[in-house]
């Protein structure tokens, strides 16, 4: 029993023996492998760190950055050429629909009329002179006591006109020439009016008027001239002592006839002068269409109310007559 225990212990002890040598040889073998595990795949923290295939590898992000620039460089380049040929193409269809054409010059409208553009050449209109005698009843430096004066003119039944610009200058009457003004000035003396002769002649003048399209002469302004003076004539005249009042207006339609020519011509130039003459113009054209309306009015009644009241238009003719020839030689 003695040698079995002995033989069962010595047993007991060799397996214990090689069950403690395997043990101790095992945390050497990994402890052999950790390191040979550490050799081959060094730490993240290793500054000797090379892993070809690692975010962290600096040549590895370096060819990244370079990769990218160059996708960015290639992006902006393609971008580049596409915006030019599609400049180019866009020119191109452009001049091919728009530009002129060397080919045949039939078109879809080749059988219709041809217009040509007419270059219209600018006109030289003469304005005559006029020569009046205006009957003056006052002057004035200030305007504000020029039309007190009118005023009591009016108040009075005197047919008055007040220039526009100073000296501020109060007109009673207007004749064609000295003679007729003192017929008429007498009649003012009778009713206790003292008037001065102030002769009006306006130098004559040519103006320019562009874009005429038919021959503007100066018929129609010779005409409104005769007509002006036919009319103060006669309004002059029925004041002269044994005149036939009533047979001082009549006339034979030709009064009619030279102002239609008159206005013609007035509508005629009115759209091609300055803007600074337009007023003055329409002022003269307003005068006489006032003067051809007191005519009418004293053909069915005339009177010296009617009459003064004729003069009285037509002085604002002579006055707006006078200012254009001066905007003219302006």
Request: proline fraction near 4%.
């Amino acid at each position: 029993m003695a040698d079995i225990k002995i033989v069962m212990k010595t047993k007991n002890q060799l397996k214990e023996s090689h069950n403690g040598n395997s043990q101790e040889k095992k945390p050497k073998l990994a402890a052999s492998k950790k390191a040979i595990s550490k050799e081959k795949r060094p730490s993240h923290d290793s500054p000797n760190r090379i892993e070809w295939g690692a975010e962290s590898n600096p040549f590895h992000q370096k060819k990244n950055q370079a990769s990218r620039k160059t996708a960015f460089k290639q992006l902006m380049l393609s971008i580049i050429g596409a915006l030019l040929i599609g400049t180019i193409m866009g020119f191109s269809v452009l001049k091919l629909f728009f530009s002129d054409r060397t080919g045949s010059s039939v078109t879809i409208d080749t059988h219709l009329p041809q217009t040509t553009t007419k270059q219209i050449a600018s006109k030289n209109i003469v304005w005559p002179s006029l020569n009046a005698v205006l009957l003056q009843a006052g002057s004035f430096s200030e305007k504000e006591g020029a039309e007190k004066m009118l005023q009591i003119y009016k108040q009075k039944g005197v047919q008055a006109v007040m220039s526009k610009q100073a000296p501020y200058r109060i007109y009673l009457g207007i004749a064609p020439d000295r003679e007729q003004a003192l017929l008429l000035s007498n009649s003012y003396q009778a009713k206790g009016i003292q008037v001065y002769m102030k002769t009006l002649n306006t130098p004559s003048k040519q103006m320019e008027v562009p874009h005429i399209d038919t021959e503007l002469n100066t018929e129609g302004i010779k005409n409104g001239l005769e007509l002006f003076h036919q009319l103060s004539t006669a309004s002059t005249s029925f004041f002269k002592p044994g005149t036939n009042q009533r047979e001082t207006f009549t006339h034979d339609g030709e009064w009619n006839k030279m102002h239609q020519s008159f206005l013609t011509t007035m509508n005629q130039m009115k759209p091609n002068i300055s803007s600074n003459m337009k007023p003055l113009l329409e002022e003269m054209i307003r005068a006489f269409d006032q003067v051809m309306l007191d005519v009418k009015e004293a053909q069915k009644k005339p009177s010296a109310e009617m009459t003064a009241k004729l003069q009285e238009s037509l002085i604002y003719y002579a006055l707006s007559y006078e200012s254009l020839i001066n905007q003219i030689h302006n």
